[in-house]
């Protein structure tokens, strides 16, 4: 079965950082892409950052610059590294995928099957 683990949320004051961290399991094939998402009070759910089955990441306007996101295909996580956090960053953060035999991605809700529990981020 396909799991999403995320980690890594807290309680920051504006300007200090956070890493969060997916750990992905259950795909067939090494080809999964991976997304992370955002969702603040009374918002629809956006997305931050994704990253292809090649390791090449793209993010949203509100975060370029200032969070990093990379894949250890070797172990099969993702990290979120968060600097300069903005209390508008603050919200549930959830990892998302889709694999196997995912090889481009676009940072959309609907591109993504499989999402992690969240974890909560405050600034």
């Known amino acids: 079965d396909v799991q999403l683990v995320e980690s890594g949320g807290g309680s920051v004051q504006t300007g200090e950082s956070l890493r969060l961290s997916c750990a992905f399991s259950?795909?067939?094939?090494?080809?999964?892409?991976m997304g992370w998402f955002r969702q603040r009070t009374g918002k629809e759910r956006e997305g931050v950052a994704a990253?292809?089955?090649?390791?090449?990441?793209r993010y949203s306007d509100s975060v370029a610059g200032r969070f990093t996101l990379s894949k250890d295909n070797n172990q099969n996580i993702v990290y979120l590294q968060m600097n300069s956090l903005r209390p508008e960053d603050s919200g549930m953060y959830y990892c998302?995928?889709?694999?196997?035999?995912?090889?481009?991605?676009?940072?959309?809700?609907?591109?993504?099957?499989?999402w992690g529990q969240g974890t909560q981020v405050t600034v």
């Open positions: 259950g795909y067939s094939n090494d080809r999964v892409c």
């Open positions: 998302a995928a889709r694999g196997p035999n995912c090889y481009s991605v676009l940072l959309e809700r609907r591109y993504f099957y499989d």
């Open positions: 990253i292809d089955s090649y390791g090449a990441p």
